[in-house]
Every structure is written in C-alpha cells, then in structure tokens.
C-alpha cells in the first residue's frame, strides 16, 4: 500500500491547506492510504485566512542583511510535515514577508549562508536550535519579527590557532 500526502499549488498567498479527509480519516499530518474497492471521498480545506510574518534580517552590527535565507521552521514534534516549512531571501532591505502559514509554532532562523533546503536535516538545526526566535501564529495572524543572522561563513577562520 502506498501512503498519499497533498500539496496544492496556485492558491493565493494568504491561504493554507486547514484540513485533509479521506474517508473517515484524517490526513492533514500523516497522509492517507487508498485501498482497492474502498468507497471514499477526498475532501481538501482550504482556509484563506493563513497567518502572516514579515520583519528584517539583520547582522551582528545591525545592518541590513540583504539576500539571505530566512527560514520558517514547525515545532520538532511537526518537522516531518515538508508542508510547514516556509523559506525565502530577504530583499536589499533585509525585508522578509511570509504569508499563508498554518496555524501553529515555529522557530524563526536566518543564515548568512547555507545550502537550501538543509533547515529540514535535523542534524544541520541541531547546533542552531537555541538561535532560532519563537513565534506563534494562529489563524488570520499579522506579526512582525526582527531577527539576527546566524553567522555560518567564516566561522572556521574565526577559530583561535592550536600552534
């Protein structure tokens, strides 16, 4: 049996899948099974009222940082849920704007540098794990969040020398 999880693409920036039913289960977080000769129908909601979050990156010193990533990550016990995650760079301002969040918590990061798509490899979040900044965001949610880029280029050149 093969395990089915939905994305929808094309929706407006504001909305969020709310709920998934097959059936008589639920397969918003886990997915669903289809089993031959089963009768059962697939219902998608679709909430337009997602949550938004928009703020600065900025760097040690405070000044803007333009053209990093800016990472929304779910709460641990969430983080297999791919649909959670929200990710972009911030403009020449350092601005980020995400919308269309599901409802929920999750920790804010930015990083000067690093791989896209790696804030979904626990062991990459682990060593920055207390830098990301808590938010919680419930339905129809504005907030604003300023955040400091963590500072993962030059980190090596940066270690005192063992000669």
């Not at 059936?23 to 089963?38: A, H, I, Y």
């Not at 301002?93 to 990083?111: E, M, Q, T, V």
Request: hydrophobic content about 30%; overall charge negative.
């Amino acid at each position: 049996m093969v395990n089915y999880h939905v994305e929808i693409d094309g929706q407006s920036k504001d909305c969020y899948i709310k709920d998934i039913r097959y059936g008589p289960s639920d397969g918003l977080d886990d997915g669903f099974t289809v089993s031959k000769g089963t009768p059962a129908n697939l219902e998608i909601t679709i909430s337009s009222r997602g949550a938004r979050l928009q703020g600065t990156a900025s760097d040690a010193d405070g000044l803007p940082a333009a053209g990093v990533w800016v990472v929304l990550v779910p709460s641990t016990p969430h983080r297999s849920h791919h649909r959670l995650y929200k990710s972009l760079t911030t403009d020449q301002y350092g601005h980020f704007d995400f919308r269309g969040i599901a409802p929920g918590d999750y920790k804010l990061f930015s990083w000067d540098e690093v791989e896209s798509g790696a804030w979904e490899d626990a062991d990459f979040l682990k060593p920055f794990e207390e830098k990301g900044e808590k938010v919680t965001v419930l339905e129809g949610d504005a907030k604003s969040v300023n955040l400091t880029t963590i500072k993962t280029v030059g980190t090596e050149e940066q270690k005192p020398d063992n000669k």
